[in-house]
């Protein structure tokens, strides 16, 4: 069935380093793929998110890479601050009539920033 | 814009007691998505609805489990009897179109004894 694998569980980077966290996928057919954060007591929320047409995107000091060929896509926070810290999620989704635009998560990286 | 709101924020109930979470989702959101994070692991899709209707259910876990969406508003997903293995946190997220951001809430915190 549909699968989104994620790593690291847990990441602790000093202040001011960069993190990256990858993820795969195993339907082919997924076209979106979002990235959340979740901050302790509070839901998931959005931080950036790529469709299949581009490779790339960028936001700040925020970037997620896509390769539709591989099956991964990779989150990647630069100049880390303490405020980053946080469980981080990714997930695939598929457009297909038959999916419901379902989100397919994976299992979250716990991201720790040293000050 | 009021963001989605869920109640309540913890339950506590026995085993074979019924438990019903609320979703309110952002106002003008048809897309309404319940999911399930369990001991940590990742967070489960359960179901979709598009205003009232239920678009997918498939990750619904069993029969004790009941969704609705009365008039397409706000959404309940009761659970009756409680087992032990449904303890988890319940988010519900909503979206204006199927391919748009689902704005998720704070999420139901779970406990079976």
């Known amino acids: 069935g549909e699968n989104v694998e994620q790593h690291p569980s847990t990441l602790s980077v000093q202040e001011g380093d960069s993190a990256v966290i990858k993820c795969t996928y195993s339907d082919s057919a997924s076209n979106y793929f979002p990235w959340y954060k979740q901050e302790l007591g509070k839901g998931p929320q959005l931080i950036i998110d790529?469709?299949?047409?581009?490779g790339e995107k960028k936001d700040q000091r925020i970037a997620v890479t896509l390769n539709k060929t591989a099956k991964h896509f990779s989150l990647h926070i630069t100049e880390t601050q303490p405020e980053d810290s946080a469980v981080y999620f990714c997930a695939a989704s598929s457009s297909r009539m038959d999916s419901s635009y379902k989100l397919i998560f994976g299992s979250g990286t716990r991201l720790l920033v040293r000050p | 814009e009021a963001g989605v709101t869920q109640f309540p924020s913890h339950s506590v109930i026995e085993k074979g007691q019924t438990v019903t979470l609320r979703c309110d989702p952002i106002s003008g959101h048809d897309n309404l998505y319940w999911y399930r994070r369990v001991m940590g692991k990742e967070i489960k899709f359960l179901l979709h609805f598009v205003k009232e209707s239920k678009q997918d259910e498939s990750g619904m876990p069993n029969n004790r489990f009941l969704a609705e969406r009365t008039g397409g508003t706000y959404s309940t997903l009761k659970v009756q009897p409680a087992e032990l293995e449904d303890s988890g946190v319940y988010f519900c997220a909503s979206s204006r179109q199927v391919l748009d951001e689902q704005f998720f809430g704070p999420g139901t915190r779970l406990t079976v004894l």
């Open positions: 790529i469709r299949s047409n581009v």
